[in-house]
């Protein structure tokens, strides 16, 4: 029994032991700085409060006079608006009367240049068709004397070629008038002419070439043709004979009392045929005749 006793009194609580005891003024004056301390945050929030609603307030008014200020201006530039397109209405009034006025002042313009134009093209057009008309009267006139002298052209043309024939004919007659005889040096020549009409004949021909002098006796040579120069020395009128030099390849060689209408033949270099020398009149102190020479240059350009 004793140690149950025990038990339950170890279970009974412990009194607290009496401490310190704190004063209530203390407590009090905490609570005095804590409310202080409340109401001047409040305060201060307060202020800051006023200040931003101050604030707002004058960007208020700031922003109402920027809106009456816009408003003013707005109504004034209407006012200018309306003015304006007064302006351009009673402007373009008046530019529609002078474009019409002017339509029309260009429409009586434009129409006496045109009947000045109709005159002038109707003066220019009577111009031209006389000048036209003058011109045909010429040009009818011009083949008229055209058509006459195409007339006597034909009739000239039948007149030559009535020449022609005759020509030809005394052509060919003079041909079968031409002979050929052996020369000085024996060798058979072409054919010779007695005389000038002879001797055009031979040119037409084409066989050789011809070249006529007339060389007088003065005691000075001449040059016949390009490689051959004639000295005369005597005539002898009666007996129709002549004494010459002849001149080529840079020798001189003595024809002696030749006749006349006799081929005197002589060579020169590069020629296998020989040149002859005929005269056909003996006169006193003069001779007449011609130089016959082969067309060894034709042949020598086409062995070329």
Do not use: C
Request: avoid cysteine.
């Amino acid at each position: 029994m004793p140690d149950e006793m025990n038990i339950f009194q170890q279970d009974k609580p412990e009194q607290d032991e009496p401490g310190p005891k704190t004063p209530r003024s203390a407590v009090m004056w905490g609570v005095i700085f804590a409310l202080v301390a409340g109401n001047i945050a409040a305060i201060w929030r307060i202020n800051d409060a006023q200040d931003q609603m101050d604030k707002m307030a004058r960007a208020n008014q700031t922003l109402q006079t920027a809106v009456g200020t816009l408003q003013n201006t707005a109504h004034d530039l209407a006012v200018r608006a309306d003015t304006n397109q007064a302006l351009i209405r009673t402007e373009m009034q008046k530019t529609r009367k002078v474009a019409k006025n002017e339509s029309y002042r260009g429409a009586k313009l434009a129409e006496k240049k045109a009947v000045t134009a109709v005159k002038k093209l109707e003066v220019a057009y009577r111009q031209q068709r006389e000048q036209l008309e003058n011109e045909l009267g010429g040009l009818r006139q011009d083949t008229r004397q055209t058509s006459g002298q195409v007339s006597g052209m034909i009739e000239d043309v039948d007149g030559v070629r009535g020449d022609l024939a005759e020509t030809q004919t005394d052509l060919d007659q003079t041909r079968e008038e031409l002979h050929s005889v052996k020369g000085d040096l024996g060798v058979q020549s072409g054919l010779i002419a007695t005389n000038a009409k002879q001797l055009n004949a031979l040119r037409q021909l084409g066989e050789r070439n011809y070249f006529a002098f007339n060389l007088p006796k003065n005691g000075k040579a001449y040059k016949v043709s390009r490689d051959v120069v004639l000295k005369l020395r005597k005539t002898k009128p009666k007996r129709g004979r002549y004494t010459l030099d002849v001149i080529a390849d840079d020798r001189q060689v003595e024809k002696k009392d030749r006749t006349i209408n006799e081929p005197v033949q002589f060579y020169v270099s590069d020629s296998r045929q020989p040149y002859e020398l005929v005269v056909n009149k003996v006169e006193k102190g003069r001779v007449t005749g011609y130089l016959s020479t082969p067309k060894i240059f034709r042949a020598r350009l086409q062995a070329n």
